[in-house]
């Protein structure tokens, strides 16, 4: 399920019709992303519903953060925790005891305004990366659709998929551009405190962030499809899932 995160405000996603339901995907127009990717390491492991910091990360992938508790070395292509190999699950499979994961700036499809962070999963980076790849072939930018963010319900870790659902409209692109170059979507991709993030209920890092007062979303709008989507939406639909592998179940919290 995916929750709304503020500060220690923690607020589950639901579906628009009221009944109280987990909503089982978002839309969303990805604003930004960082081009590395990010690195957490806890020495005792990651505790789902933790608070605490990891004992070392990245936001780069290239070094440890200035203010890591414990920085394990000096880069990151050096350090004994990010070489595969270096953690053995409990079915006895091979990953790397520091974590990937991707950092997005997202806004939801109605309230744009309203930038959070997304943490893309180590299980889950071979599939945005293809879902890029599609929008690249067509001449698509990520900010000019929206975005289905929705689970893998084929696999134990959890997984993210992504589909285009729609362009944005021209009300939509003129708020795109107004804070798509704000500090506060920086800050998201660069790895500084930010206003709220969507928790997907991985095992990242749970930085603390400033608390936001929340504010009531707006519908989100119908997005207008054409032709050139559609292909795109079609070539998404028809191409082979990425094989995920599955270095240890999650259970998940319940709402």
């Known amino acids: 399920v995916f929750h709304i995160k503020r500060g220690d405000e923690k607020t589950l996603v639901t579906k628009p019709d009221g009944n109280g339901e987990p909503a089982a995907s978002l839309q969303v127009i990805v604003l930004k992303t960082h081009p590395g990717v990010a690195k957490t390491y806890y020495s005792k492991g990651f505790s789902e519903g933790s608070v605490e910091k990891p004992d070392c990360y990245s936001n780069d992938g290239t070094a440890p953060a200035s203010d890591a508790q414990s920085p394990q070395a ?3 292509a050096a350090c004994p925790h990010n070489q595969w190999g270096s953690k053995i699950t409990e079915d006895g499979k091979k990953g790397k005891s520091c974590a990937d994961v991707k950092r997005l700036a997202v806004a939801p499809a109605g309230q744009i305004n309203d930038p959070m ?12 990366d293809q879902y890029v790849d599609l929008l690249k072939k067509r001449g698509v930018p990520p900010p000019a659709v929206v975005t289905k963010v929705g689970f893998d319900y084929t696999v134990a870790h959890p997984a993210l998929t992504f589909k ?19 500090d506060v979507v920086q800050n998201i991709i660069g790895g500084a405190p930010t206003a709220a993030e969507v928790d997907n209920g991985d095992d990242a890092s749970k930085t ?12 989100a709008p119908t997005p207008k499809k054409s032709a050139k989507l559609a292909a795109v939406v079609e070539e998404a639909e028809a191409a082979p899932k990425a094989k995920v592998k599955v270095e240890a179940e999650v259970e998940e919290d319940a709402p």
Not at 117 to 128: D, E, N, Q, Y
Not at 165 to 177: N, P, Q, R, S, T
């Open 74 to 76: 000096k880069k990151c």
């Open 117 to 128: 962070l997304l943490r893309v999963p180590a299980a889950s980076l071979k599939t945005w």
């Open 164 to 182: 285009p659902v729609g362009f944005i409209d021209e009300a939509m692109a003129v708020e795109v551009k107004e804070v798509l170059d704000t």
């Open 208 to 219: 603390a962030a400033k608390p936001a007062p929340v504010e009531e979303e707006a519908p």
